[in-house]
């Protein structure tokens, strides 16, 4: 089975404009959860899709949005972008909503750099 | 509310010496714990988990942790370090039902000298 995927791998953008990700599940799974990773803050939950619906989202401006798509695919959209937005967007999926990291498997990350 | 700190952003060990990596955690309810581990440039890997069954929760690579209710600790120990054990370590808590809502530490860095 291919892993979880995520395009693109890098981007770079300019303070101001907004930036779609997109993360395509491993095959059979229902559920994408996306995390922001940075220096400063770590690693952050955003929020949990399963069946097209956000289930679960963490503590992030409105800025930050997401979808899921009826074949499981999941993008996430981040508006007006701000410096401190520069991070490793990671996706993760897993068959179910997931209950721990153990059903979690992670794609390779979006490196996005604002200017 | 939940939270987990890592007191050591980094730790410097020999190999074959042992690894202690520190974690304290927050928690409203009935915490799940983790560690996870990130090697360079590869995504994150489950090392082991704590949900509320035995206090010693052994994982991959010879690495375990100990749950002390009374010291709200997770730390990861290892009994002798290797140079691949080299990577960044995250201790993460979730405490929310069912559900899989995770806090992660600011992570700890271990170098492994020769």
């Known amino acids: 089975k291919a892993g979880v995927t995520q395009t693109p791998r890098y981007l770079i953008k300019t303070r101001g404009q907004q930036v779609t990700l997109s993360c395509s599940p491993i095959?059979?799974?229902?559920?994408v959860s996306w995390y922001q990773q940075t220096p400063g803050q770590g690693l952050q939950f955003l929020f949990e899709y399963f069946s097209e619906t956000q289930r679960n989202k963490g503590n992030f401006p409105g800025r930050f949005s997401g979808r899921q798509f009826s074949n499981s695919r999941s993008e996430m959209n981040v508006s007006t972008l701000e410096l401190g937005d520069s991070a490793l967007y990671l996706c993760?999926?897993?068959?179910?909503?997931?209950?721990?990291?153990?059903?979690?498997?992670f794609g390779p990350g979006t490196r996005l750099t604002v200017l | 509310a939940q939270s987990v700190t890592q007191l050591d952003s980094h730790v410097s060990v020999s190999e074959g010496t042992p690894v202690l990596l520190r974690c304290n955690y927050s928690s409203s309810y009935s915490p799940s714990l983790f560690w996870y581990v990130q090697h360079p440039n590869k995504g994150l890997q489950l090392l082991l988990k704590y949900t509320s069954a035995a206090t010693l929760v052994k994982g991959i690579n010879g690495f375990e942790a100990e749950f002390k209710k009374s010291e709200t600790s997770f730390h990861l120990t290892k009994p002798s370090a290797h140079m691949s054990d080299a990577a960044e370590y995250f201790c993460?808590?979730?405490?929310?039902?069912?559900?899989?809502?995770?806090?992660f530490g600011r992570g700890t860095s271990l170098i492994v000298h020769p």
């Open positions: 993460v808590v979730s405490s929310s039902g069912g559900s899989y809502i995770p806090t």
């Open positions: 095959s059979g799974h229902r559920s």
């Open positions: 993760a999926s897993s068959p179910e909503p997931p209950t721990g990291p153990d059903t979690q498997y």
